[in-house]
């Protein structure tokens, strides 16, 4: 399945939604707009206390972290389809195909291997269920798979916790200068790159196969529009001049999400992540509801509210970002064995 990216077309609105057509019958596709992306970034980097380390203060550190929140959709710009055949998946969940395969969003394991094999298990056992793998019409080998964007938020978390880990060995146990700074460095990029994702979730369409318009039955006469992902990415705020501005005075200080979130078990937090992704799946119709009732026309004097809802869920994507982040450098574990490293390097031989 695809995903609509926008590349910061700044001409007429139809001109663009004119492009966003011809990318959706091409077959490339993203998420947010890259303006969006770097607002959820910037929202998460508001957030953040002060007992967070003060070198991502630099307004260098700053900008490469807003710049990062658009990577993952760049990757997606080239015609490789190896690339495009493990990046694309990781975009979306489809939770209302799950139960296609006898799955449920509450039982899902932390796993991306469990997860991907009980989907070829559901498919060998009754083949006739789902649809024909031609790979003339799956060219990345990837259109069956519901998606794996609450994996991708996992695993990154994981890493930043990792890299986080070696930074405080490299800090407090003799790390020379260069090794801090690539240590930052690596921190930074993953944080960057990690935003995505968590962005991409709170735009609800990432979490349907109703994505682009409503397929299937349609009692409710939702659109059916192949251009709709691509005006709930940005056209519509484009259109409406929307500024970070707007959302910025309701940042709030992140948190640690264990303490949002309490339970016997912290050993992933791929139920936290699972819990953002049901919240903003919850909102996939009323999106489809605003449309109809013509909140995301600029022209209606009511698309003020469609405004705001889409401003909401930009600060809240950054929010959880900005908690994530926040929870992987307060809970990150000791690198023993860097430290072990480090300190026979402090011994004379």
Same mark, same amino acid.
């Given at each position: 399945?695809?995903?609509?990216?926008?590349?910061?077309?700044?001409?007429?609105?139809?001109?663009?939604?004119?492009?966003?057509?011809?990318?959706?019958?091409?077959?490339?596709?993203?998420?947010?707009?890259?303006?969006?992306?770097?607002?959820?970034?910037? @929202?998460?980097?508001?957030?953040? %206390?002060?007992? *967070?380390?003060?070198?991502?203060?630099?307004?260098?550190?700053?900008?490469?972290?807003?710049?990062?929140?658009?990577?993952?959709?760049?990757?997606?710009?080239?015609?490789?389809? #190896?690339?495009r055949h493990v990046n694309a998946p990781?975009?979306?969940?489809?939770?209302?195909?799950? %139960?296609?395969?006898g799955l449920s969003a509450s039982s899902?394991?932390?796993?991306?291997?469990?997860?991907?094999?009980?989907?070829?298990?559901?498919?060998?056992?009754?083949?006739?269920?789902?649809?024909?793998?031609?790979?003339?019409?799956?060219?990345?080998?990837?259109?069956?798979?519901?998606?794996?964007?609450?994996?991708?938020?996992?695993?990154? =978390?994981?890493?930043?916790?990792?890299? *986080?880990?070696?930074?405080?060995?490299?800090?407090?146990?003799?790390?020379?200068a260069d090794e801090i700074a690539n240590?930052?460095?690596?921190?930074? =990029?993953?944080?960057?790159?990690? $935003?995505?994702?968590?962005?991409?979730?709170?735009?609800?369409?990432?979490?349907?196969?109703? =994505?682009?318009?409503?397929?299937?039955?349609? %009692?409710?006469?939702?659109?059916?529009?192949?251009?709709?992902?691509?005006?709930?990415?940005?056209?519509?705020?484009?259109?409406?001049?929307?500024?970070?501005?707007?959302?910025?005075?309701?940042?709030?200080?992140?948190?640690?999400?264990?303490?949002?979130?309490?339970?016997?078990?912290?050993?992933?937090?791929?139920? @936290?992540?699972?819990?953002? @992704?049901?919240?903003? $799946?919850?909102?996939?119709?009323?999106? =489809?509801?605003?449309?109809?009732?013509? &909140?995301?026309?600029?022209?209606?004097?009511?698309?003020?509210?469609?405004?705001?809802? &889409?401003?909401?869920?930009?600060?809240?994507?950054?929010?959880? &970002?900005?908690?994530?982040?926040?929870?992987?450098?307060? #809970?990150?574990?000791?690198?023993?064995? &860097?430290?072990?490293?480090?300190?026979?390097?402090? @011994?004379?031989?």
């Amino acid at each position: 399945m695809k995903r609509l990216q926008q590349h910061g077309c700044r001409g007429a609105i139809w001109t663009w939604l004119a492009v966003a057509g011809w990318a959706l019958a091409t077959g490339w596709g993203h998420a947010w707009d890259y303006e969006f992306h770097r607002m959820v970034n910037q @929202v998460a980097l508001k957030s953040l %206390p002060g007992d *967070f380390p003060n070198w991502i203060q630099d307004p260098a550190v700053r900008e490469r972290i807003a710049f990062l929140s658009g990577e993952p959709d760049r990757w997606r710009n080239i015609p490789d389809p #190896t690339l495009r055949h493990v990046n694309a998946p990781e975009h979306f969940i489809d939770l209302d195909d799950l %139960p296609l395969y006898g799955l449920s969003a509450s039982s899902l394991s932390p796993f991306r291997s469990d997860y991907v094999a009980q989907l070829a298990i559901a498919r060998s056992k009754d083949p006739s269920r789902f649809p024909g793998a031609n790979p003339k019409d799956d060219p990345d080998h990837n259109r069956w798979i519901p998606g794996l964007l609450p994996w991708r938020i996992t695993e990154d =978390y994981a890493r930043l916790q990792s890299t *986080f880990s070696a930074l405080k060995a490299y800090e407090e146990f003799g790390g020379t200068a260069d090794e801090i700074a690539n240590a930052r460095a690596n921190a930074v =990029y993953l944080m960057g790159v990690m $935003g995505h994702f968590v962005g991409d979730t709170a735009q609800p369409l990432h979490t349907s196969r109703h =994505y682009n318009g409503w397929v299937g039955n349609n %009692p409710q006469g939702y659109t059916t529009n192949k251009t709709f992902h691509g005006w709930i990415d940005g056209g519509f705020l484009h259109a409406a001049g929307f500024k970070f501005d707007e959302i910025s005075g309701s940042v709030q200080p992140a948190r640690n999400v264990w303490d949002l979130n309490p339970g016997p078990s912290r050993e992933s937090v791929f139920p @936290v992540v699972m819990r953002y @992704v049901l919240e903003q $799946g919850e909102q996939l119709e009323w999106v =489809y509801v605003m449309d109809k009732s013509g &909140l995301l026309d600029p022209k209606n004097p009511r698309a003020g509210e469609g405004r705001k809802f &889409l401003g909401k869920q930009i600060l809240r994507g950054g929010q959880m &970002l900005g908690d994530l982040w926040l929870t992987a450098w307060k #809970t990150a574990p000791k690198d023993t064995f &860097l430290q072990s490293q480090l300190a026979r390097r402090a @011994v004379p031989r």
